[in-house]
């Protein structure tokens, strides 16, 4: 076993203390017949750290397109030729969705909006839609708005909503060539207030828009800086139309070593499968990763993409008696 294994398992399974930057990097450039004993070893951490649960999770979007932002990545900007157009979901269908998520046995279900930050309207029917939900769903309500002022944060606060979403997508130094229309330092200022309220923060981002593999470790080290409780681990999923249209996508193996290095920097966190993973993994890497330091789940369909059907992630949990965490009675 290399020595970067032999140092995680005293260092983060013994001592709960997650890798450093140039220790995620170590694992990332692990050979292929030792990736076994690496997911092995995160899914030993993901255990003793977090337990068995796995955590399921609904999306929708409040405001779908038309977004002002250039992340290059992402059919729902305005800026690039891609089919998504702009459209917004009205308080009795957000409604419907989160009576559906609750259906799955999910336990969080979490509001999007294509935006670069929420103006008057999309507050209002934030207010609105989380106080209809509220009344007629048992089920955790997140958001993800985009950037926030702090009297935005105080105001989801008051709504109630207990989680906000707001990823960095890639480490520092890439973002100048992921997005041009705002800065690192801007997403970084609004998870800051947002952990500061009380609210939980979910940050993750995309793997495969190009990064090197020192950036994705510099990307784990600044999320495991940042000690998100949530962290959704996206895989690039090129959409037509976007600058990134045409990228690769990332090598099964190369997804399984991230999640096993996320894993072991960020012992603690909740690392969630989110985009992209039905490409990049498909059913056998799927079922790797919960087995590899995944978890938490999203269930269904993604904002502009297809995911896998909830009732085979369910069931694949439930083959890997995996309790899904405060499972709902309609299940």
């Known amino acids: 076993m290399p020595d970067i294994l032999d140092r ?24 292929d017949e030792q990736l076994p004993a690496a997911l092995q070893l995160a899914h030993e951490v993901r255990m003793r750290w977090c337990g068995p649960e796995v955590e399921v999770e609904g999306i929708v979007s409040l405001k779908t397109g038309g977004c002002p932002e250039d992340c290059h990545f992402c059919s729902q900007s305005g800026l690039f030729a891609s089919p998504v157009r702009s ?16 259906a799955t046995g999910a336990t969080e279900f979490c509001i999007v909006a294509a935006v670069r930050g929420p103006d008057d309207r999309l507050m209002k029917q934030m207010r609105e839609g989380v106080a209809a939900i509220r009344a007629e769903v048992d089920i955790q ?39 041009t229309t705002h800065s690192f330092e801007e997403r970084w200022e609004t998870l800051t207030m947002v952990r500061e309220s009380g609210m939980e ?24 800086e940042l000690n998100p409780h949530e962290v959704p681990l996206n895989f690039l999923n090129p959409r037509p139309g976007t600058p990134m ?47 590899g330091g995944i978890n938490a789940v ?9 995911g896998r059907p909830a009732n085979e992630d369910l069931a694949l949990l439930d083959e890997l008696k995996m309790p899904v965490k405060a499972l709902s009675a309609t299940l």
Do not use: K
């Open 245 to 291: 249209g045409d990228q690769p996508v990332v090598e099964p193996r190369d997804a399984l070593r991230a999640i096993a290095a996320f894993r072991l920097a960020m012992p603690r966190t909740i690392l969630r499968y989110a985009g992209g993973r039905e490409i990049t993994l498909g059913d056998l890497g799927t079922r790797d990763g919960l087995l």
């Open 201 to 224: 923060v979910c940050c993750g981002g995309i793997l495969g828009l190009g990064e090197t593999i020192e950036q994705r470790a510099e990307f784990a080290a600044q999320l495991a």
């Open 8 to 31: 995680a398992r005293t260092q983060v399974l013994d001592g709960g203390v997650g890798l450093d930057e140039a220790g995620v990097l170590a694992v990332l450039r692990l050979p």
């Open 141 to 179: 309500v997140a958001a993800s708005l985009g950037m926030l002022t702090q009297a935005q944060v105080d105001e989801l606060v008051e709504m109630g909503v207990h989680r906000y979403n707001h990823n960095l997508e890639t480490c520092r130094s890439y973002f100048p060539n992921v997005v």
């Open 298 to 306: 999203i269930v269904g369909n993604y904002l502009t993409t297809l």
């Open 87 to 102: 459209v917004w979901l009205d308080i009795p269908s957000l409604v419907e969705a989160a009576r559906q998520t609750a």
